[in-house]
């Protein structure tokens, strides 16, 4: 039992519902936590294909796209979309479990046929990803040049 004088902090504290942090939208104290984690539009969440953080509600569209990208089979040297690699590893014409000829005459597994080498498996070349770090570091000089505090007295 709560004393009268502590009934309005008592609610406020323990019954009363609380805004999401995340989606904006007031939520009952007793499934708060569970919205957070589970139910939130806004929770982030991890693309299945690429490790990538998002919002819960752009996942669908995000997964679509990238589920749709392709890597090589390096047992049986097809390119395979990421969606369906699992069930390709499972019945793969060059798996060690599925030992069946492929009707197909595979690719070599470098090159791309005009002498030039593939990237590298995570699909990022070295100078591309310079470049991301270069650009990056200007873009926070730029900004702490332009955000700087002025000093008080001024």
Do not use: W
Request: glycine letters at 8%; a neutral charge; charged letters at 25%.
């Amino acid at each position: 039992m709560v004393p009268k004088r502590h009934a309005e902090e008592h609610f406020s504290n323990t019954h009363a519902p609380v805004p999401c942090s995340m989606c904006k939208e007031t939520i009952d104290r007793e499934v708060f936590n569970s919205h957070t984690e589970e139910i939130c539009p806004k929770r982030m969440v991890t693309c299945e294909f690429c490790e990538f953080p998002l919002p819960a509600v752009d996942l669908a569209e995000h997964q679509e796209v990238c589920g749709n990208r392709t890597e090589l089979c390096y047992q049986c040297n097809s390119y395979v979309r990421l969606r369906e690699m699992f069930n390709h590893e499972t019945k793969c014409p060059g798996s060690v479990l599925n030992n069946v000829e492929s009707s197909r005459v595979p690719r070599p597994a470098e090159g791309d046929g005009n002498g030039r080498r593939r990237r590298g498996g995570n699909g990022v070349s070295n100078k591309r990803l310079f470049f991301t770090i270069a650009i990056t570091g200007i873009a926070v000089l730029v900004g702490s040049l332009f955000f700087q505090r002025k000093p008080e007295g001024s």
